[in-house]
């Protein structure tokens, strides 16, 4: 079965530092990849997804995630956490079938 | 832009009650997904529909049922509601012919069992 193993439940940055967020998939074949962000009492907003035309991928909110094939990871960054980067994150993957699988999620805390 | 529309956004019941979600996709969107996302956990995939007929079924219990209607919304029905049954229930939609099936993502229902 598909998966994708997100490492740290709740993450806390400090404001204007880097945010990373590490995503692992466990398949000989590259899915289709997904990061999401959830506000609290909120829905789902995608962050970017992978395209198999560009291993670096740009997200909104100055987010982006690079796909590793021989790491199976993409992990998500930003260079400069911001106080609305408050939330949860879902790394989630695709195989075709539609479905996503996600993972547990980051909870990110980001200290002034 | 319009997006998934879910009603209601809110809704409590009692243990052994049924509950009707409903979830309105994107307009010319083809396929409706569902998620149950248990506090504090991550959502889990229960059904899918595709030109209303059922394409992938998850972990969804058998007192759950859904479908997708001729004008594309969708209704999930839960019977003999219990406890474990509160969680926050998410609509997706897509079109198979977009880019990668990218699910867009309704504002949820969050239910409570009581």
């Given at each position: 079965?598909?998966?994708?193993?997100?490492?740290?439940?709740?993450?806390?940055?400090?404001?204007?530092?880097?945010?990373?967020?590490?995503?692992?998939?466990?398949?000989?074949?590259?899915p289709y990849l997904f990061w999401y962000v959830q506000y609290p009492n909120q829905g789902l907003q995608l962050l970017l997804k992978y395209t198999s035309a560009a291993t670096l991928v740009k997200g909104i909110n100055g987010f982006e995630a690079e796909f590793k094939k021989s790491e199976t990871s993409f992990h998500l960054t930003k260079p400069s956490a911001h106080m609305s980067d408050a939330a949860e994150y879902f790394c989630a993957v695709s195989y075709g079938n539609n479905r996503l699988a996600f993972g547990k999620g980051n909870q990110v805390v980001v200290i002034p | 832009a319009a997006g998934v529309i879910q009603s209601p956004r809110h809704l409590i019941k009692e243990k052994r009650e049924t509950a009707t979600l409903k979830c309105y996709p994107i307009p010319r969107h083809d396929t409706v997904y569902w998620y149950q996302q248990g506090p504090g956990q991550d959502p889990q995939f229960l059904i899918s529909f595709y030109e209303k007929m059922q394409s992938d079924k998850g972990s969804i219990p058998d007192r759950f049922s859904a479908q997708q209607f001729s004008d594309y919304h969708s209704e999930l029905n839960m019977s003999s509601l219990e406890l474990g049954d509160s969680a926050l229930y998410f609509c997706a939609s897509s079109s198979l012919a977009g880019f990668y099936n990218e699910q867009f993502f309704g504002p949820g229902t969050r239910l409570t069992v009581l």
């Open positions: 079965a598909q998966s994708v193993t997100q490492l740290g439940s709740h993450v806390s940055v400090s404001e204007g530092a880097l945010v990373l967020l590490r995503c692992n998939y466990s398949s000989s074949v590259p | -």
